[in-house]
């Protein structure tokens, strides 16, 4: 199904919502009842609603936002500390201290 066929079949629904109403009342619909009818007044309503929830809610979620971008801040500068002790030298001198100490403890780990 394409969305050229999802809005034709919302248009029709619509259609039939207005003639179901008119029979309901048996009478026709003038132009105010008409514009509240329909799934596009839904649209429209969710709309508004969803822009006045978040503008209500912006004040809350901006110290939320510092608050994270502060968190991300302190874990970039210890990550590019952590990459700063990533020398190769650095490294080197670490894998020899490591094999060192392992092979001083073998003799002790072969005694029991």
């Given at each position: 199904?394409?969305?050229?066929?999802?809005r034709?079949?919302?248009?029709?629904r619509?259609?039939?919502?207005?003639?179901?109403?008119?029979?309901?009342?048996?009478?026709?619909?003038?132009?105010?009842?008409?514009?509240?009818?329909?799934?596009?007044q839904?649209?429209?309503f969710?709309?508004k609603?969803l822009?006045?929830?978040?503008?209500?809610n912006?004040p809350?979620i901006?110290p939320?936002?510092?608050?994270?971008?502060r968190?991300?801040q302190?874990?970039?500068?210890?990550?590019?500390?952590?990459?700063?002790?990533?020398?190769t030298?650095?490294?080197?001198?670490?894998g020899r201290?490591?094999y060192?100490?392992?092979v001083?403890?073998?003799?002790?780990?072969?005694?029991g």
């Open positions: 199904r394409s969305d050229e066929h999802f034709q079949s919302v248009w029709e619509e259609g039939g919502d207005v003639q179901e109403m008119e029979r309901i009342l048996s009478r026709p619909l003038d132009s105010m009842e008409r514009q509240r009818v329909g799934v596009s839904l649209r429209r969710l709309e609603l822009r006045r929830r978040y503008l209500e912006v809350s901006v939320v936002l510092e608050r994270e971008y968190n991300a302190e874990k970039l500068q210890q990550t590019v500390l952590e990459l700063g002790d990533l020398d030298d650095k490294l080197k001198e670490r201290c490591f060192s100490n392992f001083q403890k073998i003799p002790l780990l072969i005694r």
